[in-house]
């Protein structure tokens, strides 16, 4: 009997901490929810920035100060920094507390395997894309800074780039003709625009799956 009790004990102190190790992973996974929308959205601005600026090099549009907002976006590189001290507790106390065997995969998937791709994934790219942006952009990046009502449309304006756009973000390109006629510009464009729409599929992906697990782990708690 007192064996017995013992084990309900100590059943029932496993189950009150791996409830409280779900509710950290939860709060955790709000937060990099958050934290992918304002990068999907980076992402996005970034695009759209690239096809623009390519548009403009193929036709014969005059300068505009809704260029050089395009042209600044080339160089906000979003990436992804996760809260995981939630998971490191679950570490701590092994993956095993989690009865649910379809959540303990998710959980242990979405951190071992899809977060530590997309990490070294943008790694990559931030490194690629500042090396060819870097001395390119150099001819052709302004010094004055552009009025915000010549901030295109199609750029939204949320998280960290409405942060950057209050505190005097964009300036105006120079030497606008020598660009329009840069040909290794234009193929540094197009490679910037693959790499941005590869990491906004991955990142889309990502923030789909910790959609789908934050419901998961809400509906474990409710029981």
Not at 118 to 143: D, Q, W
Not at 165 to 176: A, D
Not at 202 to 220: A, F, G, M, R
Request: hydrophobic residues 35%.
């Amino acid at each position: 009997m007192a064996l017995q009790i013992d084990n309900w004990s100590e059943y029932r102190k496993e189950r009150k901490t791996e409830r409280h190790i779900l509710s950290e992973i939860h709060d955790n996974l709000k937060y990099d929810q958050v934290d992918f929308e304002s990068n999907i959205n980076h992402l996005q601005n970034l695009r759209k920035s690239c096809r623009s600026l390519l548009g403009v090099i193929n036709d014969e549009t005059t300068y505009h100060d809704s260029l050089g907002y395009f042209f600044s976006c080339l160089s906000v590189f979003p990436y992804f920094i996760s809260k995981t001290n939630g998971y490191s507790l679950l570490q701590s106390k092994g993956v095993e507390i989690i009865l649910n065997d379809t959540l303990r995969n998710h959980i242990t998937d979405l951190y071992e395997d899809h977060y530590q791709y997309i990490l070294t994934l943008e790694k990559e790219r931030i490194h690629h894309n500042f090396s060819l942006l870097e001395n390119a952009m150099k001819p052709y990046r302004g010094i004055h800074s552009l009025p915000v009502d010549a901030l295109p449309k199609s750029i939204e304006v949320k998280g960290s780039l409405k942060t950057l756009i209050s505190l005097g973000f964009g300036s105006n390109i120079r030497n606008y003709d020598r660009l329009k006629k840069d040909e290794d510009f234009k193929s540094m464009i197009k490679n910037i625009e693959f790499w941005y729409s590869s990491v906004l599929l991955l990142h889309t992906s990502v923030k789909n799956y910790i959609d789908h697990l934050i419901i998961l782990i809400e509906q474990e708690l409710e029981d």
